[in-house]
C-alpha cells in the first residue's frame, strides 16, 4: 500500500506499480480552527488551497508553501515541501505541532516534536512508507493580507545572484530566482531575482484568469529554438525590473497553477524534473557547470527555479532541504540524450556533496540515492511492513511482495 495525495509530485514517489494507492484525498474534512492562535486540526487530505480559502480572511496562511497549492497536508509533510521563505522558516515540518499516524496493524501513533520523537522524524520527509497520516495539527503564520509587496530585478551571473540574495535574505520573507538556462558564453547565469513580503494593500490588482493547455500537441513544443526565443523575451521584458511590485498572492506563489494541464506542453513523452541541492561551498562552480552542459544540449525548459536554503535545520530524517541553494528545472523527455545529461548532473551533484529531491525524480539511481540519503537504512526501520513505493523498491532494489 501507499498513500496518494493530491499526485503532484513529478517522479515515482507517490506511485505503486501492482501495489494499492490509498487515496487520501478522501480525509478532507476541517476539525477546528483558532482564529486567534492560528492552529488548525484538519484531517490530512485537505489541500493548502482548501486552507487558504478558509484561513486568509482571517489573517492566516500556510507557514510554508511549495509552487502550487494543490497539494495536501499528508503530501506537505511526507516531503517536507519548502517554498519561497526557506530561509525563513525552514520547510513544513518546522511548522507541525502534532499528527496522527495510522499503521498498517491499526496501531495510532500520535507524534510530535515530544511524543513519539522518533517517528515523528521519520514521517516528515518519509515519502509516505511510515503509514498513513490520519489528522494534522499545525501552526499557521499570521499575514497582513492577499497581497505581496516587493521588486524583481536582472542578474547577470550566478555571482550576482548569490550577492542580491545575500543582500535579500535579511529583509525579505520570500526570495526566488529565474535562471535562463539557454545562455552561454557571458550571458551564463543571468535571471531575475524576485523578492517580497507579505504587505496591507487597497489596490485592485485584477485576479489572473485560468487557462488550459486544450491538448497534448504531437511533439513537446519546448525545444532548442522555442527556449532560446523565450527566454530571451522574458529576461528582457520591462516587467524583469520592477521596484515597487504589487502581486496578488496566486501569481506570486503559484504562477502555474493558472494554467491547468501545462504539463501537455511537453508532448506524450512528458518531462522530467531535476532538482539538486548543493553546499555553499562549491555552489557558483557546480551551478555554473551544470548550466554549461544543459545550454550545450539545447534541452531544459522556460521553468527554472534557483533559491536558496537557509541554515535552519529540518525535523524529518529524510527531508531534502539542507543549507546551501537549489536549483530545479524540467527536461522534454527525449529518451536516453536526456537520461545521461540528468545523469550528468547528478555527478556534479554528487562531486559537491548535494542531493536530489525525491519528489521530482523518476530516475535517479538507487546508488545515487543511497549517498544522498546516507540515513535511509535507519530509516527503514520505520518503513511500514505493508507499505512501499515504486520509488522506494527502484532506489533500495527491494523486490516488490505478491
Ligand atoms: C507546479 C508544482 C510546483 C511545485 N513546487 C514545489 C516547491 O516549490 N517545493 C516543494 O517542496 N515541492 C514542490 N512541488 C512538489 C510538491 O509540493 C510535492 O510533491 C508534494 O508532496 C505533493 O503533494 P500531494 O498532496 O500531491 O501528494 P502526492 O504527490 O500524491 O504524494 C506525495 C507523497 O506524500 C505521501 N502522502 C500523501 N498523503 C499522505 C498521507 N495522508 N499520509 C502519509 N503519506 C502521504 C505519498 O505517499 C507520497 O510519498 C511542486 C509540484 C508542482 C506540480
Given amino acids: 500500500m501507499l498513500p496518494y495525495g493530491n499526485g503532484r509530485s513529478y517522479g515515482d514517489s507517490c506511485q505503486n506499480d501492482d501495489g494499492t494507492l490509498l487515496l487520501a484525498r478522501g480525509l478532507d474534512r476541517f476539525i477546528a480552527f483558532d482564529p486567534m ?19 486568509l480572511r482571517s489573517g492566516w496562511f500556510p ?20 517554498g519561497k521563505n526557506h530561509h525563513r522558516a525552514a520547510s513544513f515540518g518546522n511548522h507541525v505541532l502534532e499528527f496522527e499516524l495510522l499503521r498498517s496493524d491499526g ?35 499570521r499575514v497582513s493580507g492577499r497581497w505581496i509587496c516587493g521588486d524583481s530585478q536582472r542578474f547577470q551571473s550566478i555571482s550576482e545572484f548569490f550577492a542580491i540574495s545575500a543582500a535579500s535574505d535579511p529583509d525579505h520573507e520570500y526570495t526566488v530566482a529565474w535562471i535562463d538556462c ?10 531575475i531575482f ?15 484568469a485560468r487557462f488550459r493547455v486544450p491538448i497534448t500537441p504531437p ?11 523565450f527566454n530571451s523575451f522574458y529576461f528582457n521584458r520591462p516587467a524583469a525590473q520592477i521596484e515597487n511590485g504589487l502581486w496578488h498572492y496566486q501569481p506570486f506563489f503559484y504562477p502555474l497553477d493558472a494554467v491547468l494541464e501545462w504539463n501537455r506542453m511537453y508532448g506524450p513523452r512528458g518531462f522530467f524534473q531535476y532538482q539538486c541541492a548543493v553546499p555553499m561551498q562549491g555552489a557558483a562552480e557546480a551551478l555554473e557547470e551544470m548550466l554549461r552542459r544543459i545550454g550545450k544540449s539545447g534541452q531544459g525548459s522556460f521553468l527554472v527555479v534557483l533559491k536558496t536554503f537557509g541554515d535552519l535545520p529540518a525535523l524529518g530524517m529524510m527531508s531534502f532541504p539542507r543549507p546551501g541553494v537549489t536549483l530545479a528545472l524540467d527536461f522534454p523527455n527525449r529518451g536516453e540524450t536526456t537520461l545521461a545529461l540528468l545523469e ?7 562531486s559537491v556533496g548535494g542531493s536530489v529531491y525525491p519528489a521530482k525524480d523518476a530516475r535517479m539511481s538507487a546508488a545515487a540515492f543511497q549517498q544522498y540519503f546516507p540515513m535511509w537504512r535507519a530509516f527503514a526501520a520505520y518503513v511500514d511492513p505493508r507499505f512501499s513505493s515504486s520509488f522506494w523498491r527502484r532506489v533500495t532494489q527491494e523486490q516488490p511482495s505478491r
Fill in 37 to 55: 492562535t492560528g492552529v488548525l486540526d484538519c484531517e490530512a487530505g485537505v489541500s493548502l488551497s482548501e486552507i487558504i480559502d478558509l484561513v
Fill in 63 to 82: 507557514p510554508v508553501t511549495p509552487g502550487t497549492r494543490f497539494i495536501t497536508v499528508g503530501g506537505a509533510i511526507a516531503n517536507d515541501v519548502h
Fill in 107 to 141: 496501531q495510532v501513533l500520535r507524534c510530535s516534536p515530544t511524543q513519539n520523537r522518533d517517528w515523528f522524524a521519520a514521517t516528515i520527509g518519509g515519502l509516505g512508507l511510515t503509514g498513513l497520516i490520519r489528522r494534522v495539527r499545525l501552526q499557521l503564520k
Fill in 182 to 191: 539557454s545562455a552561454s558564453g557571458s550571458k551564463l547565469g543571468r535571471g
Fill in 194 to 208: 524576485i523578492r517580497g513580503n507579505h504587505a496591507v494593500a487597497t489596490a485592485t490588482v485584477a485576479e489572473r
Fill in 219 to 229: 511533439v513537446s513544443l519546448v525545444n532548442r529554438a522555442s527556449l532560446s526565443l
Fill in 344 to 350: 550528468s548532473l547528478d555527478d556534479i551533484t554528487r
